[in-house]
């Protein structure tokens, strides 16, 4: 990791509480290293039997970074469960997606299935990661089967 990179993200958490979450092995405790290499997080290689990161991660825990920024290393998790709203109310959670809203053709759009979407648009143009756009997919099928069920 690029000490460079490291100063941006200490900078983006100055004067935070920011807790790191996501699938195992994808470096949440290698970020933590990084900021605060007195940390000494243990990490683990990518399993080449599941060829995904193991739970090297077996506990929650809060470090100060300084006075006023603290971050917190979790468990990575194989999956996300969401149940709390519903798939019309997602794509408020994804706040890239708030300067679309009323350019789309439709009103409600879902920025899934409709023509003339400007959230599509905007991954098309690159102006929304991809990535983010494929997550937001997943998570909207998701909870349309949830509520099938």
Same mark, same amino acid.
């Given at each position: 990791?690029?000490?460079?990179?490291?100063?941006?993200?200490?900078?983006?958490?100055?004067?935070?509480?920011?807790?790191?979450?996501?699938?195992?092995?994808?470096?949440?405790?290698?970020?933590?290293?990084?900021?605060?290499?007195?940390?000494?997080?243990?990490?683990?290689?990518? *399993?080449?039997?599941? #060829?995904?990161?193991?739970?090297?991660? %077996?506990?929650?825990?809060?470090?100060? /970074?300084?006075?006023?920024? @603290?971050?917190?290393?979790?468990?990575?998790?194989?999956?996300?469960?969401?149940?709390?709203?519903?798939?019309?109310?997602?794509?408020?959670?994804?706040?890239?997606?708030?300067?679309?809203?009323?350019?789309?053709?439709?009103?409600?759009? *879902?920025?899934?299935? #409709?023509?003339?979407?400007?959230?599509? %648009?905007?991954?098309?143009?690159?102006? /929304?990661?991809?990535?983010? @756009?494929?997550?937001?997919?997943?998570?909207?099928?998701?909870?349309?089967?949830?509520?099938?069920?």
């Amino acid at each position: 990791m690029k000490e460079r990179n490291i100063e941006q993200v200490r900078k983006l958490l100055e004067g935070k509480t920011t807790v790191i979450a996501g699938p195992s092995g994808v470096g949440k405790s290698s970020i933590i290293n990084a900021l605060l290499p007195e940390a000494r997080m243990q990490t683990g290689d990518i *399993s080449r039997k599941i #060829e995904r990161g193991r739970h090297t991660t %077996r506990h929650s825990e809060l470090f100060s /970074i300084n006075g006023s920024s @603290y971050i917190m290393d979790t468990p990575g998790f194989s999956s996300l469960y969401i149940s709390d709203f519903e798939k019309e109310e997602l794509k408020y959670f994804f706040p890239e997606f708030i300067k679309y809203e009323g350019a789309c053709r439709f009103d409600g759009c *879902s920025h899934i299935h #409709e023509p003339d979407c400007a959230v599509k %648009r905007g991954v098309s143009e690159g102006a /929304i990661a991809a990535l983010r @756009y494929d997550s937001y997919k997943e998570m909207y099928e998701g909870l349309k089967e949830k509520r099938r069920y």
